[in-house]
Structures are given as C-alpha cells and as structure tokens.
C-alpha cells in the first residue's frame, strides 16, 4: 500500500488499526487499546486524557494504560471517547427490519435505541425482538403501545374511551409485554388511537407497568394551547400509578406557548420536589413533525373558523411543509401556502381537503430556539432523535451531532460533558440500564471517538438522509459498526430487556 496524503493525517492510526480489526476472525473481538483519549465519561464530569481497554464486549480498564503484548492499539489523538449514545425516542422500528446496519443512526454516535413511542409498538413486542435479534449493529429495546393496545382491544372503535372490560384486556396484553422485556407503557395522545382515553384508563395501565419497573412515556396530548394542562396530567398518571414518567419531546409548540418553557417547567420542577421521578427529552429542532391534523386540536377539521385558528396560531400556512400527502403527491415538498396557490384556493379550503382524502405527514415550525435552549439548559432534559431510519425530518440522521456542533461548540448553551450525560447516563437511569450509559469498568463496550471541533449535522429538511460529520468510530459491544465514514456490517448489537 503507497504512502498517500490521506495517511499522514491526524487519524492514520485511527484509520489504521480499525481496518485490521474488522478483517479479524468473525464472531471474535479481540482486546483493544484505546490511547491519547480525551474521556467524556457520561457523568457529567470534566473530560480526562486516558486509556480505555475494552474485551469481550466489556470496557475492562480505565487509566493510564501501557499496551498488553498482542494488544490492538488505537491511538485516539486526544479526540472525545464517550458513551454510545442512547435514544429513548426512535422511529427506527421498520427500518431496523430492512437495514440493520442502521446507518444513519450509527453514523450519528447512536449506540443504543428505544422503539415503540408515541403510544404505537411493535406487537407482540417479543415477535419483533425475535426478528432483529442477530440481525443489528445497534441495541435495541422497546416500550409497549397504549394506542397499540388500544388498536388490539377496540379494534378500529377507538374514538371513546375504553370500557371496563376493554381496559381489563389491555392491562393483561401489556402484562404480556413487560414480561417480553418492555421497558414501560408509552402513549401517543395526540394521535387518533390515544386522543379519546381517558386519563383514568391510563392510570390503570400505568400501574400495570409500574408493577414489573417500568415507566410511563408520553406523547402529550396538547403541546400547543394545552400543553401545561397536558403536563399537569402527565404528573397525575405518574402519582396515582406510582410511576416514572418521561415526557417525550417536550416542546412549546405554538406562538400561543411561546415563552412558557420556564412556566412548564417550574410545574414538572415542583412535582420533582414533591418525589415525583419525571424527566424530559427534547430533540434539538424548532420544528416539529407529525400528521397535519394536529394543527387542529378540536379536531373540527372541515370547520373553517376552527382551521383558521389552527393555521394562525403556528404563524401561517407558510410554517407548515408537507412532507407526505396520500390524496396530493404534488403537495410533497410544498408548504401548505404553496399547496393551497398550486389549487387555486385558500390554505383553509387546501387544509380542509387534504385532510378529507386521508390527511397528510407534515413538518410544522413552530417553535421558537429561546425555548429550545432553556430546554437544553435543564439538567433532567435529556437528547432524543425522535427520528429515524429512513424519516422525512432531519432530526433523524442529525440529531446527536447537531446537539454537540451548534448547542455546545457554536451557541455555548452547554458544556459538552453536560450534553455528553444528556445523551448517556441520564437516558440510562431513566431506564434502568445498569451497563451502559458511563465509561467505566465492567460497563459493555459501547463508545462513540469523536472530533469535538469538526462534528456537526448536515442533514436539512430538504435532505433528511445527509450524513453527519465528525463521528469518527462507533463500537457496540466492543465491536466497530461505524468508522471512515462508513458502516462496517458487522451486526454486534442486543435485545435489551428489563431486568
Ligand atoms: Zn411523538
């Protein structure tokens, strides 16, 4: 092999001792050194220059370490080691069945992932597990459905609440469900499935996940007008079920909001006072996806006046990309404003359409970053993507770069240890994750190398899929998923389960 420029670069090493690893024996992974790191522990602690060996799938020492004979070395040229970051809220579900490299996940430092949010799951949840177990690069575990329960039990009824009985039937499928190693009940109450539940029903599902150690998810009803009301019910499920609860993409989803990401906080702030276990996450956008019928939060979608509020209040039919559009191909890619021109009629009557021949997947902008960054500035928010392989919103390829490049190297919001933890330890704890989340000893090998200078996202709304830069190397398990830019193929990753 000739000398070229690219060999004498910063990462030679890097490049170099990775390659022979991943032409060593299939199955095996060999004990590795990693030299010169600057280790980002995950705890929130400040970054150290050290040595990192990992074996067997396991992170064996921590230090300053001199190589074993025999030993793979990989000096890290003082780039960050991490954790592998863990997201709590992901959409890769389908996608992990067609593409178990995973890259876009990977390639974002993405280690380990969380499916079934928004109250929609895989089901059964041990079926799924099943048929990505052996097939992943990344670990992948699993919350159950309170809208796939729903779906089950009331089959296509499911705008009224469930009767006794119904919630007695859907208390004994989730039962199923934790004991296949769900981590919790996750509900999507804006959405058809969830929207007419009462909150009784989801006390009593709760609790039944309460009962095997998990937490309660949600996808709150409301984060628009409602959405303090929506977190003030998050909190009355999570007291009177006696669980943890995890507001999903906390957000201040319209100019109605706007401002009250403090306001919203000091409620779940004084809850936590009270012992209430209640954490966050939030995706680093100020732009939201979801199906455009939540621009109406009545629901009176063929009611003019009431879709007119609805357009008004996000800022005008020019904050809201249609990203899919079963009954208008054409509209893919418009604005709402651009959809309505391109009919000859007004945003209200294109609304009203769209939403008549089977609605449409929208990107909505309609936050403001003020409230983003106080977000951020939380200590009990942590990072999620709320994306996936495959999404139509950048947050799925970006999310975790995005975070690291503008948040902590561009803005100054937060330190990177600090956005390090809210990517590792703090997802970790709300999960239970005894083994992942921190470099430490006796912890899996799960370890993102990254360039803090250069990492940033690169994908856009009108480019999802773009790949971010700056992610150097990724291992899960101890073994490489991810480095040159590239996906290795090797598939190390785990079902996890609730232990
Ligand atoms: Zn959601």
Avoid at 23 to 41: E, F, H, K, Y
Avoid at 352 to 378: L, N, P, R, W
Avoid at 442 to 453: T, Y
Wanted: aromatic share 6%; proline share 4%; net charge neutral.
């Amino acid at each position: 092999m000739s000398l070229t420029i690219d060999r004498l670069l910063r990462f030679a090493a890097v490049t170099l001792v990775l390659s022979l690893l991943i032409q060593s024996v299939p199955g095996q992974t060999p004990a590795v050194l990693i030299r010169n790191a600057t280790v980002v522990d995950g705890t929130g602690k400040a970054g150290f220059r050290g040595d990192v060996r990992i074996g067997k799938g396991k992170i064996t020492a921590v230090g300053n370490l001199k190589p074993s004979r025999g030993e793979e070395v990989i000096d890290a040229n003082g780039l960050v080691l991490s954790p592998g970051f863990i997201d709590i809220h992901n959409h890769s579900e389908s996608g992990l069945l067609s593409e178990g490299t995973a890259a876009n996940q990977v390639s974002q430092g993405i280690t380990t992932l969380f499916v079934g949010p928004d109250g929609g799951s895989p089901w059964p949840i041990a079926d799924y597990f099943a048929k990505v177990q052996g097939k992943i690069a990344l670990n992948v575990g699993g919350f159950i459905g309170h809208g796939t329960l729903r779906s089950q039990v009331m089959k296509e009824n499911l705008a009224r609440p469930a009767t006794e009985a119904e919630i007695a039937a859907m208390a004994e499928l989730l039962e199923r469900g934790m004991l296949d190693g769900a981590f919790g009940l996750s509900s999507g109450l804006e959405y058809d499935a969830g929207f007419s539940s009462t909150t009784e029903e989801l006390i009593a599902l709760a609790k039944v996940a309460a009962r095997h150690g998990g937490s309660y998810m949600t996808h709150m009803r409301d984060e628009e007008e409602g959405v303090l009301n929506s977190i003030r019910e998050a909190i009355r499920i999570g007291r009177e079920a006696k669980i943890p609860v995890q507001i999903s993409h906390i957000k201040m989803g319209n100019s109605s909001v706007w401002g009250k990401s403090g306001e919203a906080m000091a409620i779940i702030e004084e809850a936590r006072r009270d012992g209430l276990d209640i954490t966050a996450d939030a995706y680093p956008y100020t732009a939201w996806a979801s199906t455009i019928t939540v621009l109406v939060p009545s629901r009176k979608h063929d009611d003019p006046a009431e879709v007119q509020k609805g357009i008004n209040a996000i800022g005008g039919a020019d904050k809201v990309l249609i990203t899919s559009c079963r009954g208008y191909p054409q509209y893919e890619g418009k604005t709402l404003a651009e959809a309505a021109a391109i009919a000859n009629t007004s945003p209200v009557e294109a609304y009203i359409d769209i939403v008549k021949k089977g609605g449409a997947g929208v990107v909505g902008f309609g936050m403001t970053e003020a409230d983003v960054k106080s977000f951020y500035q939380t200590p009990w928010v942590m990072v999620s993507s709320d994306g996936g392989i495959g999404g139509r919103h950048p947050r799925g390829t970006g999310t975790f770069p995005r975070v690291l490049g503008r948040f902590v190297r561009e803005n100054k919001w937060i330190s990177l240890e600090e956005a390090v933890r809210k990517m590792t330890s703090l997802p970790a704890r709300r999960l239970g994750l005894k083994d992942r989340g921190t470099i430490r000893k006796g912890m899996k090998a799960d370890l993102v190398l990254f360039d803090p200078s250069t990492i940033i996202d690169r994908a856009t709304f009108a480019e999802p899929q773009i790949i971010s830069d700056g992610v150097n190397a990724v291992f899960v398990n101890g073994v490489v998923v991810w480095e040159n830019g590239k996906v290795t193929g090797k598939l190390p990753g785990e079902v996890l389960k609730r232990k």
